[in-house]
């Protein structure tokens, strides 16, 4: 993949448009959660030492069209000590830019024209830009007003953020070294029947986890209890088996689950083979016997893909077991010189936030869902729209 990026364009005194993803967890006012905005740093830095002025749009959660400023950028721009543009419409704030500066427009999404990719809204935010700079991998997978629309009116280029996530992914996907493990965990089959069809095919392993996993065992007959699973996927959870067989790809099915009898941070575990879940038994973490045998797994591996916790990863230290063990035997290889490791997804970086490995991974990505559509093979707008043809 060929992208048009910003390492030979002249910007002294242009303006620039620059889409980052901001979209950061906010405790209180406080931003608990920085990752996003200091793998954003590279491209603003280049940016500013080439003479551009920069305005950021970006977006935080889901206001859903409304000014509603429960998810103003406010605390982001305080973060990052740049002054916020209370309307990412607004253009009065340009005639007083100088070469370096740079601003940080309210949240996009305050406007439903962005989510709708319309047209006179995109017309309307690209309005006094010369330049368009797309550094947000992780909603490239939406094809909206500031990640397609304005690339259609202006000159557009990937960031350094954006062209570094695509040639690690690339890389991985098109000449990965083997023995390849790839992990995938999270709630619903559903959501993830083709990225999980896209790794059955690439992979030499496959580890199913989570609530996946238990949709998984539910379908060749195990008991899950009171759990979250999926019986309506039994046909394709089946289906996917039969296409990792064909694919010699082996998967790997959890063997035991971290259970309570209450769906509570506090709750009692016990460890159960699926042979011994009652009825009134809640899953929430991967058991010990199956995250020994990952474990196991990993240390055979030249090449890791994670996304998704197998476990309630957030609720240290009872149910975050099987999620930690997994993110500290990948980090332990990789620190080595063992292993390869990709991770991506809001909820796993956490988890190897939370215990301490993510400066050891090989690459951490920004994405969840841009993530896992560009392994399943998907076209993602915001990026296409970047090739050179």
Same mark, same amino acid.
């Given at each position: 993949?060929?992208?048009?990026?910003?390492?030979?364009?002249?910007?002294?005194?242009?303006?620039?448009?620059?889409?980052?993803?901001?979209?950061?967890?906010?405790?209180?006012?406080?931003?608990?959660?920085?990752?996003?905005?200091?793998?954003s740093? $590279?491209?603003?830095? +280049?940016?500013?030492?080439?003479?551009? +002025?920069?305005?950021? =749009?970006a977006?935080?959660?889901? $206001?859903?069209?409304?000014?509603? /400023?429960?998810?103003?950028?406010?605390?982001?721009?305080?973060?990052? +000590?740049?002054?916020?543009?209370?309307? =990412?419409?607004?253009?009065?704030?340009?005639?007083? /830019? +100088?070469?370096?500066?740079?601003?940080?427009?309210?949240?996009?999404?305050?406007? *439903?024209?962005?989510?709708?990719?319309? *047209?006179?809204?995109?017309?309307?935010?690209?309005?006094?830009?010369?330049?368009?700079?797309?550094?947000?991998?992780?909603?490239?997978?939406?094809?909206?007003?500031?990640?397609? #629309?304005?690339?259609?009116?202006?000159?557009?280029?990937?960031? @350094?953020l954006?062209?570094? @996530?695509?040639?690690?992914?690339?890389?991985?996907? @098109?000449?990965?070294?083997? $023995?390849?493990?790839?992990?995938?965990?999270?709630?619903?089959?559903?959501?993830?029947?083709?990225?999980?069809?896209?790794?059955?095919?690439?992979?030499?392993?496959?580890?199913?986890?989570?609530?996946l996993?238990?949709?998984?065992?539910?379908?060749?007959?195990?008991?899950?209890?009171?759990?979250?699973?999926?019986?309506?996927?039994?046909?394709?959870?089946? @289906?996917?088996?039969?296409?990792?067989? %064909?694919?010699? =790809?082996?998967?790997?099915? $959890?063997?035991?689950?971290?259970?309570?009898?209450?769906?509570t941070?506090?709750?009692?575990?016990?460890?159960?083979?699926?042979? %011994?879940?009652?009825e009134?038994?809640?899953?929430?973490?991967?058991?010990?016997e199956?995250?020994?045998?990952?474990?196991?797994?990993?240390?055979?591996?030249?090449?890791?893909?994670?996304?998704?916790?197998?476990?309630?990863?957030?609720? /240290?230290?009872?149910?975050?077991?099987?999620?930690?063990?997994l993110?500290?035997?990948?980090? %332990?290889?990789?620190?080595?010189?063992?292993? %390869?490791?990709?991770?991506? #997804?809001g909820?796993?970086?956490?988890?190897?936030?939370? =215990?301490?490995?993510?400066?050891?991974?090989?690459?951490?990505?920004?994405?969840?869902?841009?993530?896992?559509e560009?392994?399943?093979?998907?076209?993602? *707008?915001?990026?296409?729209?970047?090739?050179?043809?």
């Open positions: 993949m060929n992208l048009r990026t910003i390492d030979n364009i002249d910007l002294r005194n242009k303006f620039v448009l620059l889409r980052d993803d901001f979209n950061v967890q906010i405790v209180d006012g406080q931003i608990t959660d920085a990752f996003r905005i200091q793998q740093m $590279p491209t603003i830095n +280049k940016l500013r030492e080439k003479g551009a +002025k920069i305005a950021i =749009c977006h935080l959660g889901r $206001p859903k069209g409304t000014r509603n /400023m429960e998810f103003t950028l406010a605390p982001v721009a305080e973060y990052m +000590k740049i002054p916020l543009i209370p309307d =990412c419409l607004d253009k009065d704030f340009l005639d007083t /830019m +100088k070469e370096g500066d740079v601003v940080l427009l309210e949240n996009v999404r305050f406007y *439903p024209g962005e989510e709708a990719n319309d *047209p006179a809204f995109a017309a309307e935010l690209a309005k006094g830009f010369d330049v368009f700079v797309n550094d947000a991998f992780a909603v490239s997978h939406r094809a909206h007003a500031s990640t397609v #629309g304005v690339a259609e009116i202006l000159p557009s280029y990937a960031g @350094e954006l062209s570094s @996530e695509i040639q690690h992914l690339s890389q991985v996907m @098109e000449n990965p070294k083997r $023995p390849l493990l790839s992990i995938v965990a999270g709630s619903k089959i559903s959501t993830k029947i083709g990225v999980l069809k896209a790794l059955a095919k690439l992979s030499d392993m496959l580890i199913v986890g989570g609530a996993g238990t949709t998984f065992n539910y379908a060749l007959g195990g008991k899950v209890g009171n759990s979250l699973y999926e019986a309506d996927q039994k046909d394709t959870a089946l @289906e996917i088996l039969e296409y990792a067989k %064909e694919n010699n =790809c082996e998967v790997l099915l $959890p063997l035991d689950k971290g259970v309570a009898k209450e769906f941070r506090d709750a009692t575990r016990t460890n159960k083979n699926f042979d %011994e879940i009652e009134d038994d809640i899953i929430i973490d991967a058991g010990e199956t995250t020994a045998r990952d474990v196991a797994a990993i240390k055979t591996a030249a090449t890791v893909i994670w996304n998704g916790t197998v476990g309630m990863a957030e609720w /240290m230290p009872t149910w975050s077991y099987g999620s930690f063990e993110a500290k035997a990948i980090a %332990e290889q990789t620190k080595a010189g063992k292993l %390869e490791s990709i991770v991506g #997804g909820d796993t970086v956490a988890a190897l936030e939370a =215990c301490g490995v993510k400066d050891d991974i090989t690459y951490v990505s920004t994405g969840g869902g841009a993530f896992l560009f392994i399943e093979g998907r076209t993602l *707008p915001g990026i296409a729209i970047l090739e050179d043809k």
